[in-house]
């Protein structure tokens, strides 16, 4: 990114300065940050925008250059731990959030955050979460949840397979701390200290996708690499998950999360709320 200003608002307010009402842009931001098959399908970030668009948040530059986006769901929950489910179960099998959806949920569910590769290291990430933040505190509501990517997970994975030691488990690498407390995944660590979140639990196959072999083929990249994983053979692919091949051929892509949560006090809650996408003045960072 340019040294030039850079502006967060919602997603509306930056595709209706562009004229992009189709949100070309963000699929297009969104495809940078994420293999093929875990891109959102044609259409469901579109969709999401109008479905909840207080909830769909980017960093652009004065000059319109889209650098970061967040992408969240308003949603009812009981606030038991035990109930948080997979990935899909907030955001719909559509990817839309379009069944899930709540105007009067009570909690704040961060769908994906992604930084165009040229602009990461800049803090974004963490502006955007403070966008989400704000966001849950004009909303008056009682939770802030994540299904996080401990995303440096994979490259543990990696450098083990590289140097012939033992490929470490998920659940030992996502609870694992450093010295001073704080979560030893950078991007856990963020979701920690910097929206103060509380590291819950971890769900198995929170993110599972069927990939075509066309796909497959065509996604690869000279860096993927089979591994003997402790759920047995799998593609590691540079993403926090693994393609594995199910015992009928299928090509099967799994991602385990972990939940993070962060309950808040809300104040007399109510749904007539000061905070319009419409009328949300970009705020300036
Ligand atoms: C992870 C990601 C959002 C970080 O964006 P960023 O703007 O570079 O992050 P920031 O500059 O705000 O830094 C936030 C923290 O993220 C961590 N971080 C930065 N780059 C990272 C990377 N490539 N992988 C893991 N963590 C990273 C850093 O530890 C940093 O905290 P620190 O400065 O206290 O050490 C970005 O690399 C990205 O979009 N990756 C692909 C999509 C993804 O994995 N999203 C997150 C899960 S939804």
Avoid at 52 to 76: H, K, M, S, W
Avoid at 192 to 197: D, I, P, V
Avoid at 250 to 273: A, G, H, I, M
Wanted: charged share 25%.
């Amino acid at each position: 990114m340019k040294e030039s200003k850079a502006v967060i608002s919602t997603w509306g307010d930056f595709l209706h300065s562009k004229g992009d009402l189709e949100a070309i842009e963000i699929h297009r931001l969104d495809g940078m940050c994420w293999m093929p098959f875990l891109t959102a399908p044609p259409g469901a970030l579109k969709t999401r925008m109008e479905v909840f668009p207080e909830g769909q948040l980017c960093i652009a530059t004065e000059e319109g250059e889209l650098c970061a986006i967040v992408t969240t769901n308003r949603i009812d929950w009981n606030g038991e731990t035990g109930s948080l489910g997979t990935w899909h179960d907030v955001a719909g099998n559509e990817q839309t959030c379009r069944e899930t959806y709540r105007s009067d949920g009570n909690t704040l569910c961060l769908l994906s955050l992604s930084v165009a590769p040229a602009s990461r290291g800049r803090n974004l990430a963490k502006t955007l979460l403070r966008g989400v933040s704000l966001l849950a505190e004009r909303l008056n509501l009682e939770f802030v949840i994540v299904p996080a990517r401990p995303n440096m997970y994979s490259k543990s994975v990696i450098d083990a397979h590289r140097s012939g030691a033992p490929i470490p488990e998920f659940d030992q690498y996502a609870l694992s701390r450093r010295a001073d407390g704080s979560p030893l995944d950078p991007w856990l660590r963020t979701l920690t200290t910097c929206l103060g979140m509380e590291i819950t639990q971890i769900v198995d196959n929170a993110m599972v996708v069927e990939i075509e072999e066309y796909q497959f083929m065509s996604s690869k990249q000279s860096d993927w690499a089979l591994l003997h994983s402790p759920d047995g053979p799998a593609w590691w692919v540079n993403e926090t998950g693994f393609i594995y091949q199910e015992r009928d051929g299928r090509l099967v892509y799994r991602e385990k999360n972990v939940w993070c949560v962060l309950r808040r006090s809300p104040v007399n809650r109510t749904n007539d709320l000061p905070y319009r996408s419409s009328t949300t003045e970009g705020r300036r960072l």
